[in-house]
């Protein structure tokens, strides 16, 4: 009876650790499958013709390695990006997700206090002693902004705010976004801002796309990166700035 037991147990330990080499495997191919379509992708990002994606979000379905695998690339140029937007755009994009004008202003200004070296060591003190004040331990460390999740560190941003904030941002695309690729909520932001001089928009830098892969099959994943495509002609058509299993 104890053999049997043992044999038992055996068997099921085996199985067991098959069946988790099965899956390891099949999680491996799916990623390979993702990697494999999003360079498909960028292939036809940069592709004239016929055979050129546009940056719209539809689905383009691919098969990598006996995957199906749907893919969809979407412009990051209508967005705004926190390290580059001038503080009127940044208002103008708080006031079009809800705060009031004067908070708007006020957490543009943090957010451009934030990201930008202090004119000056007295300067640096001052913006040090508003959070000191707020009773935070941190002061604008006056570098860019690595993550989104550091809007949250700036003084007057709400959880709310910055949920509101996030679909609309980037830290990829260099430029203003561009009026024909943004959202409606960051069309009333370039509006806004205009009021205080020309009106944002333009496409100087190189485009920016999100490129989402998700292959189907037994261990579905989905795969997404960021690139920035300066086209066929330059020395790197293309860099892709971040990769990362995503939805």
């Known amino acids: 009876m104890f053999?049997?037991?043992?044999?038992?147990?055996i068997l099921a330990t085996s199985r067991t650790a098959l069946n988790l080499a099965e899956n390891l495997r099949a999680a491996a191919q799916a990623r390979a499958a993702d990697d494999g379509a999003i360079n498909q992708a960028i292939f036809h990002?940069?592709?004239?013709?016929s055979a050129q994606w546009l940056?719209?979000?539809?689905p383009h379905a691919l098969v990598v390695g006996g995957i199906g695998v749907t893919v969809t690339v979407r412009s990051l140029n209508g967005m705004v990006n926190p390290n580059t937007a001038p503080a009127p755009l940044l208002s103008g994009l708080l006031r079009a997700v809800g705060a009031g004008s004067d908070q708007a202003d006020e957490i543009a200004q943090n957010m451009t206090g934030w990201r930008s070296p202090a004119a000056s060591p007295s300067a640096a003190a001052?913006?040090?002693?508003?959070?000191?004040?707020a009773g935070l331990a941190y002061g604008p460390p006056g570098a860019p902004f690595t993550e989104l999740g550091q809007l949250?560190?700036?003084?007057?941003?709400?959880?709310?705010l910055l949920a509101a904030l996030r679909p609309h941002l980037s830290l990829y695309q260099q430029s203003d976004p561009a009026m024909a690729a943004a959202d409606p909520v960051?069309?009333?932001?370039i509006v806004y801002a205009s009021?205080?001089?020309?009106?944002?928009?333009?496409?100087?830098?190189?485009?920016?796309?999100?490129?989402?892969?998700c292959a189907a099959g037994p261990a579905p994943?989905?795969?997404?990166?960021?690139?920035?495509?300066?086209?066929?002609?330059?020395?790197?058509?293309?860099?892709i700035e971040q990769l990362a299993d995503g939805s």
């Open 221 to 239: 994943l989905c795969r997404q990166a960021v690139v920035s495509l300066a086209g066929l002609g330059a020395i790197k058509p293309f860099v």
């Open 3 to 9: 053999l049997a037991f043992l044999m038992t147990q």
């Open 45 to 49: 990002a940069l592709a004239a013709g």
């Open 55 to 58: 940056a719209d979000g539809q």
């Open 186 to 189: 960051v069309r009333q932001a």
């Open 195 to 213: 009021a205080f001089g020309p009106a944002a928009g333009g496409s100087e830098g190189a485009p920016a796309v999100t490129v989402t892969a």
């Open 126 to 133: 001052v913006l040090n002693q508003e959070y000191r004040a």
């Open 152 to 160: 949250s560190d700036l003084l007057g941003m709400t959880p709310a």
